[in-house]
Structure formats: C-alpha cells, structure tokens
C-alpha cells in the first residue's frame, strides 16, 4: 500500500475519535494511546475502508490494451478514460477498429433513414462499482467517411428480463 496525505489524514481522524471513545470507558491516558494505536488500524481496514468504497464512485483506471478489452468485456470502464483523454481510436478505420476492440455489440438507431446506422457502433463498458450504481456504461463509436470522428460515453438503465 502506497501511504498518501488523504490515508494519513483519514487515519488520524480514526485515531482520536478512537481514544475519545476509549475515554470514555477509562481514564488512563496512556491506555487510551496504547489501545487506539491498536485499533486504528483495525477500525480503518474493516470499518472505514470497506463504507468508503461502497459509497464512493472510485474505480481503478488502466491504460488501452486491446488484448484486455477482449478478455474482459466488463472491465472496459477502467480503459475508458485513457481512450478519451489520448485519442488513440480517433482518425482509426473501420478494419483497424474491429481489430482493436473486436466487432461492435450493437448499432444506433438513426431516426432520418429509419434504419440502424452502420457508422454508430456501440460497445457495452460494463459497470463502475458502486452500492448506488443503477446504471452500465456504454460507448459510441461515430464514424465520417469511414474514419473514427467522435467517440461518445452514456449511461444506461440496467434492465433485467422477466422470466415469466
């Protein structure tokens, strides 16, 4: 575990409201320091820790592998950012982007020809964790004159099929 100013700080505060607890059960100082340095830990891993991620929308971000974004269609969230942030898909073909991410899951829907649009490819990113998430992600892929142009994120309802 790398130690950063927000574990320090967090760990801190675990500490004196730990021997402000401990205070309150005895009065000895030096049991309350004794005590709290013993518990600080513990209260941190098993009790603020495990809230902080639950409550938390914090993922682990990684770089753009084709190689993983094939393997692990419910992890691509991670890669997201980094494809947005460097451009890597963006003036890519048709061919080299099927070679990279695979073949599209679906295509949009497009209103003007009333048909789905073989420029708007979509790909399921899976779901970011979270207690509170209702929603997956999801990326657009707009391609013009057969070259990627505009790369797009949204979320989406979860839906569940009734099994009636």
């Known amino acids: ?9 967090f760990n801190l505060i675990i500490f004196v409201l730990v021997f402000l607890f401990v205070k309150t059960i005895d009065k000895r100082k030096w049991l309350g320091v004794l005590v709290s340095l013993v518990l600080t830990p513990i209260v ?4 603020f820790y ?3 991620n639950i409550f938390s929308s914090y993922h682990h971000e990684k770089y753009f592998k084709s190689a993983v974004w094939m393997e692990k269609p419910t992890l691509r969230y991670e890669m997201t950012n980094d494809i947005l942030k ?5 003036g890519k073909s048709k061919p080299e ?18 048909n789905h649009d073989d420029n708007l490819w979509n790909y399921a990113l899976g779901m970011k964790p979270g207690a509170m998430n209702t929603k997956k992600e999801c990326m657009t892929i707009i391609f013009k004159d057969n070259k990627v142009a505009i790369i797009e994120t949204y979320n989406e309802e979860i839906t569940f099929d009734d099994k009636n």
């Not at 941190?44 to 009790?47: G, K, L, Q, T």
């Not at 460097?86 to 963006?90: G, V």
């Open 1 to 9: 575990m790398i130690i950063t100013p927000s574990i320090v700080i």
């Open 44 to 47: 941190y891993a098993y009790v």
């Open 50 to 52: 495990p809230i902080m």
């Open 86 to 90: 460097t451009d890597t898909l963006i």
């Open 97 to 114: 982007i099927q070679q990279l991410l695979g073949t599209y899951e679906w295509l949009s829907w497009n209103e003007s020809i009333k």
